[in-house]
């Protein structure tokens, strides 16, 4: 037993689970975009989290609760480094970025980013960077929708 885990052992990850990824100050991450389009979405910022906006849907208790709203742009992506996938979380000037840099291409699937905050707080600016790299795309695994996971983050 973990001696920083009381009670039941954390569940080992299998390899179909995906999970979403921050990006954390002084960290950066070398992905492939599994994704064949960015998804965007509204969400509300409660104080200490992000919630999904239901407006479209139904009622939103955030809309009611008058919280802030937020776009937040999410992606399927490969780990190069880590040789896994899971989603990660765009903000509206890293997604312009992606956009405007990848609008000769029919797809954002297959390209290569790189993604690190600047400074040192966890909400410091998303920086994104083209890589030019040569991808094989018939090895790369499927993209998967965004929104259950962020259905799943969000009901946490």
């Not at 990850?13 to 389009?37: C, F």
């Not at 509204?42 to 407006?55: N, Y």
């Not at 490969?78 to 405007?100: C, H, K, M, N, Q």
Request: net charge positive; charged share 30%; glycine share 8%.
């Amino acid at each position: 037993m973990n001696a920083k885990v009381k009670g039941l052992e954390i569940p080992k990850r299998s390899r179909n689970d995906t999970w979403v990824q921050r990006v954390r100050p002084g960290e950066r991450l070398k992905v492939v975009i599994l994704s064949e389009v960015l998804w965007g979405m509204h969400c509300h910022w409660t104080g200490a989290r992000s919630v999904e906006c239901t407006k479209a849907e139904k009622a939103c208790v955030g809309c009611e609760r008058q919280l802030p709203t937020r776009w937040k742009g999410g992606l399927h992506v490969w780990d190069l480094g880590r040789r896994e996938s899971y989603f990660v979380e765009i903000t509206p000037r890293a997604a312009r970025r992606i956009v405007e840099q990848t609008e000769n291409r029919s797809t954002l699937r297959g390209v290569c980013i790189e993604l690190s905050r600047s400074g040192t707080k966890v909400n410091g600016r998303l920086v994104v960077q083209i890589v030019d790299m040569s991808i094989d795309m018939k090895r790369l695994p499927a993209g998967q929708a965004v929104s259950p996971a962020l259905q799943w983050l969000w009901s946490r």
